[in-house]
């Protein structure tokens, strides 16, 4: 499965993957009650990018990956906090403890659990009046455009399965999705919150980050080493060996309702 790649280099995801905007967690601390005693749960925490500023808020923190490899550098990095526990499992096979949480979060994670199941447990584990929090983050317009836009004709080229004629959104052309929230009936109005930010790489950089993404390990040795050199090339040769990479992360925060209500 896809989601099995992320595990396959933790040190290099660790090392590259961008994190999130502080504000994002300053925006769920209010609504979520976080802080000293609060019980919050983190669905695919990674290498601990969004675990490390709840922990700093004082919450008691359960945090999960399926990766033993990922989770063993997010205890690393969470040494100093000893109100963390890091758990390698899968959330789907994960049996929930007796107490429940004040808060579930999952930082670009949430996409990849079992859709029968992801909404109906975080509710089941949550207290009433809990707080789900869903973290997705998105690469659209804006920095280094040109780049963007020349490099869709490398992933033509060395992947056959690429949509030809892609451009990257503006970002107000991503929905704000409701319907599983509504679907399930576990959960009050959703909430959206959005941040923009910018990231700048060298041609090492970036290709490290790309071998970060799931879509790109998978591919065969041979194409991959094309798309990637092809890409290089781009920002060596046009670029001055620096691209600006645009991201937009959004946040969407909704409470549990009572089963009756």
Known sequence: MLRDTFGEDAELYDRCRPGYPPRLFADLAAPAGLGPHTRVLEIGCGTGQATLPLAELGCTIVAMDLSPDMAAVARRNLAEFPNVTVVASAFEDWPPPAEPFDAVLSATAFHWIDP?????KAADLLRPGGTLGIVSTHHVAGGT??????AQRCYECFDPTTPPGLRLSTGDEIPDETAEFEQSARFGPVEFRRYRWT???TSPEYLDLLMTY???RAMAPQARDGLLACIAGLIDNDHGGRITKQYMTRLAIAHTVSLSA
């Open 116 to 120: 029968n199941v992801r909404m109906r």
């Open 145 to 150: 455009d040109a780049f963007f836009a020349a």
């Open 199 to 201: 990231r700048s790489y």
């Open 214 to 216: 799931s879509g790109h």
